[in-house]
């Protein structure tokens, strides 16, 4: 097969240097005549990797012509990804590495997508993949793979690189490689054999990592890698997979098919402490010169902007670069487990936060006499449900299969559907007042009014500082004295983290849905609940007919 496509021609005169001395690809150097030093007998699955990778030029920067040197943290990264049973089968399906920015994580990337379409782990018409954000980070991956190619002789004479369509095929086995991008056009119908992920933090959405991660069924021995800085964002499928990496090394479930590294600071680290610098970055002194982490850190002492930036890219920590509301510790601190059916009659409070057409609406009640627990109802429409993924990116559908999110029937919120669950929860629970933004309420009184649903204990609750400023402080304060239990709900988590406050001059705080990230919709419901349930303090009308307004 020809090659094609600018620096064919290159790739060609390097392919001649192999001519008429290629006996056997697999096995011999064509150019020496050597073996390959991944065929030696009795090497492990891991040592054939490791030296795949160790056999492979340096094409630029510090060492640029010498052959790599893997560094340990890799190399143990690598031990345990190709480890094997006792019948030389690779354990892992899914692995992870999280480190900071920096730590040569595409050049890695870029060697381990040429051992699995050319080197030991090569299989006949493999299909191997990177992906990243963006096209142009996904073309980084494939330059590296290029330029190794092109310094590799061997290489050179069975590759065909397509650069324009960044492709590379192998004319021996038939195994290709492909860049794909997160925003680029869907791809399906693939049969992936090797899958790695570059900085999946940056990812647009979800849909390309489910279409690969499913793509692997059809193959007996597949692999997905994933290599990137942490995400700010609990939802991030970044988060997930740390998260669950987290759990594996706690020891609270096992799955031998899984395997993370996280190199990452304490939350609690010192911005100008050289011990924290090293634990986010294995490759200090290395890839990344410890002068230039030594001034970053220093800037973001100076500038308290910059601190979350440096957090997150320097040490390797889920922080975002726009300071929350809420302190995540102290929120996970309130996660404790909600037993629904123990609440049924119980007397609650209610914030009601409804949505435009085709957004997030919330009902949450608050139990103050039950140990501040927190029950939670979400609806959007069900027929905007993938495109709220790819808007937020968060995965809607999947909360929607688990029962923490009710889709209403059209593509537009149905009021109609969402006054039918009130009158049901007011029926289950002794709800004492619904406090509402006054923001369509108007259609939702109507809709009660016709529906012949019985009045409902609705309460008009001001948006500014002098309403929900109070709120804000009683929420706190239940927070910070664990006088909460959510039950760690997940999209009222997304909202927790995206929270952010409006501070007036007098210090009066209130929900931003200007200046928060993203939805904060059952927070500002929930901070709501926990107003009504401050403002009703007076046993003589907590323990008589409801809540007397003044």
Same mark, same amino acid.
Not at 329 to 344: F, K, P, S, Y
Not at 355 to 360: H, I, N, Q
Not at 388 to 399: A, F, G, L, M, N
């Given at each position: 097969?020809?090659?094609?496509?600018?620096?064919?021609?290159?790739?060609?005169?390097?392919?001649?240097?192999?001519?008429?001395?290629?006996?056997?690809?697999? /096995?011999?150097?064509?150019?020496?005549?050597?073996?390959?030093?991944?065929?030696?007998?009795? &090497?492990?699955?891991?040592?054939?990797?490791?030296?795949?990778?160790?056999?492979?030029?340096?094409?630029?920067?510090?060492?640029?012509?010498?052959?790599?040197?893997?560094?340990? !943290?890799?190399?143990?990264?690598?031990?345990?990804?190709?480890?094997?049973?006792?019948?030389?089968?690779?354990?892992?399906?899914?692995?992870?590495?999280?480190?900071?920015?920096?730590?040569?994580?595409?050049?890695?990337?870029?060697?381990?997508?040429?051992?699995?379409?050319?080197?030991?782990?090569?299989?006949?018409?493999?299909?191997?993949?990177?992906?990243?954000?963006?096209? /142009?980070?996904?073309?980084?991956?494939?330059?590296?793979?290029?330029?190794?190619?092109?310094?590799?002789?061997? &290489?050179?004479?069975?590759?065909?690189?397509?650069? !324009?369509?960044?492709?590379?095929?192998?004319?021996?086995?038939?195994?290709?490689?492909?860049?794909?991008?997160?925003?680029?056009?869907?791809?399906?119908?693939?049969?992936?054999?090797?899958?790695?992920?570059?900085?999946?933090?940056?990812?647009?959405?979800?849909?390309?990592?489910?279409?690969?991660?499913?793509?692997?069924?059809?193959?007996?021995?597949?692999?997905?890698?994933?290599?990137?800085?942490?995400?700010?964002?609990?939802?991030?499928?970044?988060?997930?997979?740390?998260?669950?990496?987290?759990?594996?090394?706690?020891?609270?479930?096992?799955?031998? @098919?899984?395997?993370? %590294?996280?190199?990452?600071?304490?939350?609690?680290?010192?911005?100008?402490?050289?011990?924290?610098?090293?634990?986010?970055?294995? %490759?200090?002194?290395?890839?990344?010169?410890?002068?230039?982490? +030594?001034?970053?850190?220093?800037?973001?002492?100076?500038?308290?902007? !910059?601190?979350?930036?440096?957090?997150?890219?320097?040490?390797?920590?889920?922080?975002?670069?726009?300071?929350?509301?809420?302190?995540?510790?102290?929120?996970?601190?309130?996660?404790?487990?909600?037993?629904?059916?123990?609440?049924?009659?119980?007397?609650?409070?209610?914030?009601?936060?409804?949505?435009?057409?085709?957004?997030?609406?919330?009902?949450?009640?608050?139990?103050?006499?039950?140990?501040?627990?927190?029950?939670?109802?979400?609806?959007?429409?069900?027929?905007?449900?993938?495109?709220?993924?790819?808007?937020?990116?968060?995965?809607?559908?999947?909360?929607?299969?688990?029962?923490?999110?009710?889709?209403?029937?059209?593509?537009?919120?149905?009021?109609?559907?969402?006054?039918?669950?009130?009158?049901?929860?007011?029926?289950?629970?002794?709800?004492?007042?619904? =406090?509402?933004? +006054?923001?369509? &309420?108007?259609?939702?009184? =109507?809709?009660?009014?016709?529906?012949?649903?019985?009045?409902?204990?609705?309460?008009?609750?001001?948006?500014?500082?002098?309403?929900?400023?109070?709120?804000?402080?009683?929420?706190?304060?239940?927070?910070?004295?664990?006088?909460?239990?959510?039950?760690?709900?997940?999209?009222?988590?997304?909202? =927790? @983290?995206?929270?952010? !406050?409006?501070?007036?001059? =007098?210090?009066?705080?209130?929900? @931003?849905?200007?200046?928060?990230? /993203?939805?904060?919709?059952? &927070?500002?419901?929930?901070?709501?609940?926990?107003?009504?349930?401050?403002?009703?303090?007076?046993?003589?009308?907590?323990?008589?007919?409801?809540?007397?307004?003044?």
């Amino acid at each position: 097969m020809g090659r094609r496509g600018p620096g064919a021609g290159r790739l060609a005169q390097v392919a001649k240097m192999a001519e008429d001395r290629t006996p056997n690809l697999f /096995d011999l150097n064509p150019v020496s005549g050597a073996p390959q030093p991944w065929t030696l007998p009795d &090497m492990t699955r891991a040592e054939r990797v490791i030296a795949f990778v160790e056999s492979l030029p340096i094409t630029k920067g510090f060492g640029a012509g010498d052959r790599v040197q893997l560094l340990p !943290f890799q190399r143990d990264w690598l031990e345990a990804v190709y480890a094997t049973d006792d019948e030389g089968n690779r354990r892992v399906r899914t692995g992870l590495l999280s480190v900071a920015r920096g730590q040569g994580k595409t050049v890695l990337a870029a060697m381990l997508c040429l051992c699995h379409l050319i080197g030991p782990e090569c299989e006949p018409r493999g299909e191997c993949y990177s992906a990243a954000a963006t096209r /142009d980070q996904s073309a980084l991956i494939f330059a590296e793979m290029e330029a190794i190619i092109g310094e590799s002789p061997w &290489m050179a004479a069975r590759l065909n690189v397509q650069r !324009f369509h960044k492709q590379i095929e192998d004319t021996i086995t038939g195994s290709k490689y492909r860049a794909l991008a997160s925003d680029g056009a869907a791809v399906h119908g693939l049969a992936s054999s090797f899958v790695i992920c570059d900085e999946l933090a940056q990812w647009k959405g979800r849909e390309l990592f489910d279409v690969l991660r499913t793509s692997m069924a059809k193959r007996r021995e597949p692999l997905m890698l994933t290599i990137g800085t942490q995400s700010p964002h609990a939802e991030n499928i970044m988060s997930e997979l740390v998260d669950y990496a987290g759990r594996i090394g706690a020891g609270e479930i096992e799955d031998p @098919s899984f395997h993370g %590294a996280i190199y990452a600071a304490d939350e609690d680290a010192a911005l100008d402490d050289p011990e924290a610098w090293a634990a986010a970055n294995p %490759a200090l002194g290395v890839f990344v010169n410890e002068q230039t982490i +030594r001034e970053e850190a220093q800037k973001a002492l100076r500038m308290p902007t !910059f601190e979350p930036a440096f957090r997150n890219l320097h040490l390797n920590q889920r922080v975002d670069a726009e300071p929350k509301a809420i302190n995540p510790a102290e929120w996970n601190a309130c996660g404790e487990q909600v037993d629904i059916a123990a609440l049924r009659g119980r007397p609650c409070y209610a914030g009601l936060d409804l949505s435009s057409v085709r957004d997030l609406s919330a009902l949450v009640l608050f139990f103050p006499e039950d140990g501040g627990a927190v029950l939670p109802y979400f609806w959007c429409p069900k027929a905007g449900l993938a495109l709220k993924e790819e808007q937020d990116r968060v995965p809607y559908r999947t909360w929607a299969g688990q029962g923490f999110i009710e889709p209403t029937p059209g593509a537009a919120i149905d009021k109609a559907f969402i006054a039918q669950r009130l009158a049901m929860v007011c029926q289950d629970f002794d709800v004492k007042a619904i =406090a509402y933004d +006054r923001w369509g &309420m108007a259609e939702l009184r =109507a809709i009660l009014d016709r529906e012949g649903i019985p009045e409902l204990p609705l309460k008009d609750w001001g948006q500014g500082f002098a309403s929900m400023g109070p709120a804000v402080n009683a929420f706190e304060t239940a927070l910070i004295e664990g006088k909460l239990r959510h039950a760690m709900h997940p999209v009222l988590r997304w909202n =927790a @983290s995206n929270l952010i !406050f409006d501070t007036d001059p =007098a210090g009066g705080r209130k929900p @931003s849905k200007s200046r928060s990230i /993203d939805r904060i919709d059952g &927070m500002a419901a929930l901070i709501m609940a926990c107003g009504l349930a401050a403002k009703d303090e007076g046993p003589e009308v907590y323990r008589g007919a409801g809540i007397e307004w003044v």
